[in-house]
Each structure stands twice: as C-alpha cells, then as structure tokens.
C-alpha cells in the first residue's frame, strides 16, 4: 500500500468514531451519523487544527480511540508472533502500534479535502456478533468510487473495529505481511525499537 493510499485509509477511519458506548448502536447507523458530526467539527475547526497541529491529538483521543480494538488489532497484525511474544512485548508492541496509526492518522485528518461517502446497504443478521459496513469514497467528479469496508465485531458495550479494507487491500493484513518480515529480520524486540524509533522522530 503506497503512503498517499494509507494517509487516505487512516483519514477515513476517523470520521465515525465519536459516539460514546451507552447502547448497542445499528453499525451502520453508527458510521452514517457519527460521520457527519465529525467532518463538519473538522471543517469548523480546520483553522484552529492548520495553525496549531497539536490540537488533533485530544480530537483523536475523543473519536478514534475509543472506537478501535488497538488489542485485537495488534493482536492479528502481529499473528502467530503474538503467541510467541512475552507479555511486556506484547504490550509495548500495542503502545507502539497505537502510537503509529494515531500519528498518521492526525497528519491525513489535518489535510482532509472533503470526500463524498456513500453508505451501502447493510446485511445484518440477528444475532451476529461481527459485521462489515460498506462505503464508497469519491475524491472529485469523474473518479472512480473506492470502497472502504469497515470489519467491526460486537464487544460488551458496542460495536468495534477491528480492521479496515480500502480498495481490497486489509490495514491488519497490509501491517501483517510487513511486520512479518521485520520480526523474521529483528525479532520481536527488533520490531518494537524500530516501531518505537518511528514514532520518535515523528514527535
């Protein structure tokens, strides 16, 4: 997945994450309103958020964090090295992989640009305790749709995310193949630093 393709994902996770877990929530109900009380806090504040970058980061605390299982992600980003993995490196493997898709999240939030969303039709089977909402992006006129899948699974409180797929292409199994790689190269500790290097320099 190219950088300009992630910044794109990661600004469209955020836009639906704001509710506060009180009741079960209709998920697509969830995506579709809370998706509309955050872009317009986006384009009401887009001044505020250009002149002092800082500030995205409480915004980010209140929609995005909330709303992921950053532990189940890390959890299948990491796959059967997650098993093998003591349970510090485990939770700095989580601390460090929230920390890497909050920081690019907040840098494609702060160029949002102000994509169209279409909302598919849900299939939602009574009792399911997973589901995946459908959407369609269009950057501009005569472009072609993307379609952004988001895979939520049904927690105590309410729905949760714990994957996205935009144009096919999985955020946990693009992470996976990746991670893979580094752990096979550094080990697990070797993963951790540079994931923790990572998010250094872009303090």
Do not use: C, H
């Amino acid at each position: 997945m190219s950088s300009r393709a992630l910044r794109r994902l990661v600004l469209l996770l955020g836009f639906f994450f704001s509710l506060p877990a009180f009741a079960v929530s209709d998920p697509l109900a969830l995506v579709r309103d809370t998706s509309n009380r955050v872009l317009l806090e986006i384009l009401n504040r887009k001044d505020e958020l250009t002149e002092s970058p800082g500030k995205i980061y409480r915004l980010i605390d209140d929609i995005l964090i909330p709303r992921f299982d950053f532990y189940r992600m890390s959890r299948l980003v990491l796959g059967k090295y997650w098993r093998r993995a003591a349970d510090y490196q485990q939770a700095a493997f989580v601390r460090e992989f929230r920390e890497l898709l909050v920081r690019t999240y907040a840098s494609a939030l702060l160029n949002y640009s102000g994509q169209e969303i279409k909302y598919l039709p849900l299939r939602l089977v009574p009792g399911a305790t997973r589901v995946v909402v459908n959407t369609e992006v269009r950057e501009g006129r005569g472009t072609p749709a993307i379609p952004i899948k988001y895979s939520l699974y049904l927690a105590e409180d309410d729905w949760m995310v714990y994957d996205v797929t935009i144009d096919g292409v999985s955020l946990v199994s693009n992470y996976r193949s990746s991670f893979a790689a580094q752990v096979r190269r550094y080990r697990i500790d070797g993963l951790i630093k540079k994931l923790t290097e990572r998010n250094r320099r872009g303090r």
